[in-house]
């Protein structure tokens, strides 16, 4: 028996088994622009994607169909850059890694600035205060002389100690998800935290101490609450919280 193809419109526009249907979203951003005004205001956009797209996919095609002047930051569009940080239906992700069909799409995503930083124009914000921060804690080698002939040598068990925090991307999602960091702007927040245990507890390294004292400071660690906001948002996956607990212990015992 042969069989017949169905080649009308209706089978043409049928989903590939297994592959997810197309569906309409509306995503309700939130805007500002130095050049409008001194207060925010929010547009909605309601457009088709695919499947499998991400909010950063249906944020392009907003840009490049709908309205040219939507501003956001995105290099790599794969989790690596951390560049495209965003408050997405009110928590901290990378809009790279978040597909539409997780995030409710039956009704409108609200996508905002992420919080605590000056916003420049709609989703992007002023980031050089994290990054003061992230300088702040010397994030480098320090070496006080005694370098080898050859390599630093290093055990898996030492290389173990700091793994976690070696992932970070410097996103940002931690540090303006912290409630303290909201209401203080001058606290180091979580990033810059993470960044001091990458290198204190490096077998390798010598700055340990120097960076210890200087998150010793009034807006250094111990303003940290516990509230957990740094490890839920971070898209790395890091202990954010569990690192701050090492580097506040290490403080108090100085082994590390
Ligand atoms: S710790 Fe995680 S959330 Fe914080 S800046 Fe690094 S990658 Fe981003
Ligand atoms: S665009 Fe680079 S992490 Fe999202």
Redesign the pocket.
């Known amino acids: 028996m042969t069989a017949t193809l169905d080649t009308t419109a209706e089978a043409e526009n049928k989903p590939a088994a297994g592959e997810i249907p197309s569906f309409d979203v509306t995503l309700k951003i939130q805007r500002f622009s130095p050049e409008v005004g001194p207060d925010p205001w929010w547009d909605e956009f309601t457009i088709t994607v695919h499947g499998t797209d991400r909010v950063l996919d249906a944020l392009h095609k907003i840009k490049w169909e709908d309205d040219g002047t939507l501003s956001f930051r995105r290099s790599c569009a794969h989790g690596v850059c951390?560049s495209d940080?965003m408050r997405i239906n009110g928590r901290n992700r990378l809009a790279c890694k978040t597909l539409l069909k997780d995030v409710n799409p039956d009704k409108p995503i609200i996508v905002e600035p992420i919080k605590g930083l000056p916003v420049l124009k709609d989703l992007i914000v002023d980031m050089e205060p994290f990054f003061a921060s992230y300088r702040e804690i010397m994030p480098f080698f320090i070496n006080k002389g005694n370098e080898p002939s050859k390599e630093h040598l290093q055990s898996s068990e030492e290389r173990e100690r700091f793994d976690d925090t070696t992932?970070?991307?410097?996103?940002?999602?931690?540090?303006s998800s912290c409630p303290v960091f909201w209401t203080d702007g001058q606290y180091f927040g979580?990033?810059a935290i993470?960044n001091a245990h990458r290198f204190i507890f490096d077998s390798r390294d010598d700055g340990a101490t120097q960076r210890l004292e200087i998150l010793n400071d009034k807006e250094g660690v111990w303003r940290c609450r516990t509230t957990f906001n740094?490890t839920e948002?971070?898209?790395?996956g890091?202990e954010?919280t569990k690192a701050i607990q090492e580097v506040k212990r290490a403080m108090i015992t100085r082994a590390f």
């Open positions: 951390g940080a992932k970070c991307i410097l996103c940002a999602a931690c540090t979580p990033a993470v740094c948002a971070c898209p790395r890091i954010v």
